[in-house]
């Protein structure tokens, strides 16, 4: 184990000294690690790719370990379909790059995301109409409880917007304390060159020159989406500071349609479910009932960027005399413009929650996992 300063491992570029870091490049490695830790009984921290953290200034305490393992093995299939069972460690971004060379549809819309392979189902990764979920077999888990790996299929998982049982939020324990060693996933084999499922988000037809619902071949997809994410400052790139964040910073709000329909208008929001089609049928000469009102509201989700621009706030704005800002190019992405520390890019969350909370009364929720920081 030796010491390493966390702000080299982040995408945020923050994060205090580790005093006890240790790097593992093979599964087994990993897990080994991993129990030793557990026996003695230390805290412990797991970093990846580093691309959704905000780790505080202090110094860490604790043992961290980071994944950094490799391996894409094709494992059978049903016909017409690949799978692949993927090392934690390995890069989410080259997965995707490998797979559209290969002609394996599935992910190409969730190309240019950052970070690792383990840290997707952690929270249900997910962009331009394509999530993890939709090609998630299972996943293979270390657990605390009791040091053995297990083989959890996707749908115990509790996959949802931007979280799972795996996921820490605000700081807190997830509801299955565990390692992700390795992913794997089911695509469907269209040759190279091949065209993917119908385009399923509107910017990226629109960008795409087609319809909703058409399809256009994998490649096409990816190197568009490639771009409209390098657009927002959301593809890393050591020359452009709007790239040194978390990627978006805060989720879409999850409201009920009664809150959506409140906001002013104009404000754009997308129903969760479609609403229920019921057939009533009614008995000639008996009495008629009315219907009953449906017991649970729906559900519609809000666009944080439109809640954070509408409050007042800017592309490129920043605290005075804070090193943090809000993204010259996406107002979701919070960015270090140098030097920054990590409670400047706290204080400047919390004001951006502050600002849409006073104006229509909705509360983001940070997407990045935070350690020793509060927002």
Known sequence: MTAVRLSDYTTLQVGGLATHFVECTTEADLADVARRVWADGGDWLLIGGGS??????????????????????????????????????????????????????????????????????????????QEL????????????????VHTVPADQLELGYRTSVLKRHGGGVPEREAIVLAVTIELDDVGIGGDGAPVAYEQLAFALGVELGDAVSIGQVRSTVLALRASKGMVLDPNDRDTASAGSFFTNPIV????????????????????????????????????????????????????????????????PGSR????????????????????EVAQLARFVQARVLAEFGVLLQPEPVTVGVAI
């Open 256 to 319: 009920t349609e009664h809150v959506a329909r409140s906001l002013p208008a104009g404000a754009p929001w997308w129903p969760i479910e479609p609403e229920a089609e019921t057939e009533y049928v009614f008995e000639l000469g008996a009495p008629v009932d009315p219907p009953a009102a449906p017991h649970e509201p729906r559900l519609a989700k809000l666009s944080a960027a439109w809640l954070i621009e509408r409050s007042g706030i800017r592309r490129g704005y920043a605290i």
């Open 324 to 343: 943090a800002a809000v993204s010259s190019k996406h107002t979701l992405a919070l960015t270090n413009r140098g030097n920054a520390t990590a409670d």
């Open 52 to 129: 959704n953290l905000l780790i505080g200034d202090e110094d860490i305490e604790a043992t961290v370990i980071r994944v950094a393992t490799r391996g894409i093995e094709q494992v059978p299939a049903p016909a017409g379909k690949v799978r692949l069972r993927v090392q934690a460690g390995e890069s989410w971004d080259g997965l995707v790059a490998h797979a559209v060379e290969q002609g394996w549809s599935g992910i190409e819309a969730l190309s240019g995301i950052p970070g690792s392979v383990g840290a997707a189902p952690v929270q249900n990764i997910g962009a331009y109409g």
């Open 133 to 148: 979920d939709s090609v998630l077999v299972s996943v293979d888990l270390l657990d605390e409880v009791d040091g053995e």
